[in-house]
């Protein structure tokens, strides 16, 4: 059992609603992993993910133990067959292999190199570590999904939804100085559609996401029309998925301000974090009284405490 993608939760209202009563009482299984271990393991930084998901380990009772590979570990080989004779040092079926006897779980986090479609979207990474290690993996942010960070945005959303109505959802693409993974934006797309909601998702033409994650989902390229009455914004910025890692638009109107949001009054704003103030979204909404980040910030420790508990 692993917790890599939506699919691999049974019931995604029952994994909410422990996250809530994790919530309440964050240390009322704090026997469940004891003499348990945990390994983390980033290929990538991180800030909110390492350290909500070491909290919400302890919070069981395990001892979790963070490396960062891509700074401490030897250079991983990914080909199968490969022969060795260059810049990689270790293979990652034998890495993998190794770190599965340390450990009763391994989280992960692999993010995409961005170049190669094909590469990416086969998740080597991920799958090498289920397939080697012997234990349950828990995704920390693969290439194509960050499963934790969408539980957590769940949750969030389950909190504040209107009681009266059905919440209206937006993804909405924001502009940003770098090429960036499509793997919230995916993940957010899969969990919303899989928990029931609807999703309206509005970016300019050319940024498009794979279709294999939006099956359901309404796409608008009027970002006016797609903002009005919604009572969720979730801002995030992707790179182009067609023309596979390109940028090709950084139109600053897309940056979400309170402008855009005069047609829809009740609208709370969402973000996963790290978020470029005023490149992605200004700083009156994000110090203003819409603003959910920190609080899914937070919500990071229970939707990881809901999953672990659950794996153990
Ligand atoms: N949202 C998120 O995953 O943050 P980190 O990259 O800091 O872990």
């Known amino acids: 059992m692993h917790f890599t993608k939506v699919e691999d939760v ?11 009563q994790l919530k309440a009482a964050p240390l009322a299984h704090q026997n469940i992993g004891k003499d348990r271990n945990i390994g983390l393991i980033f290929l990538n ?5 390492r350290l909500s998901t070491q909290r919400a380990a302890q919070n069981l009772g395990m001892r979790a133990t ?12 990914m080909e199968d067959g490969a022969i060795m004779n260059g810049t990689t040092v270790e ?3 034998d890495a993998a292999a190794v770190m599965g006897q340390y450990f009763d779980m391994l989280a992960v986090r692999a993010f995409p190199k961005l170049q190669s ?9 991920i799958r090498q570590f289920i397939k080697y290690a012997g234990v349950p993996v828990i995704s920390l942010e693969s290439a194509t999904r960050h499963p934790l960070q969408s539980l957590a945005d769940m949750l969030t959303i389950d909190e504040h939804k209107p009681l009266a109505k059905k919440p209206k959802i937006v993804l909405s693409w924001a502009p940003h100085v770098k090429a960036l993974p499509h ?6 797309a899969e969990w919303t559609l899989a928990a029931g909601h609807e999703l309206v998702i509005t970016h300019p033409e050319g940024y498009e996401l794979d279709t294999r994650f939006t099956k359901g989902a309404t796409i608008l390229h009027d970002h006016e029309e797609a903002l009005e009455n919604a009572d969720f914004v979730y801002v995030k910025n992707w790179s182009s998925f067609k023309a596979y890692g390109q940028v090709h638009n950084t139109d600053e109107s897309w940056m979400l301000t309170e402008k855009h949001l005069l047609d829809a009054p009740n ?11 005023n490149v992605e979204l200004s700083d009156e909404i994000l110090d203003g009284d819409r603003s959910l980040v920190q609080m899914q910030a937070y919500n990071r420790i229970f939707a990881a405490q809901a999953v672990i508990k659950s794996l153990l």
Do not use: Q
């Open 267 to 277: 609208a709370k704003v969402m973000h996963c974090l790290p978020v470029r103030r």
């Open 183 to 188: 793997a919230v934006a995916n993940s957010f």
């Open 45 to 49: 930084p991180s800030l909110r993910t």
């Open 91 to 93: 293979h990652i079926k």
């Open 10 to 20: 049974h019931d995604i209202a029952a994994l909410i609603a422990d996250a809530r």
């Open 117 to 125: 479609m094909e590469e990416d979207s086969a998740e080597t990474i």
């Open 66 to 77: 963070v490396l960062n590979y891509d700074k401490e570990g030897w250079a991983l080989e």
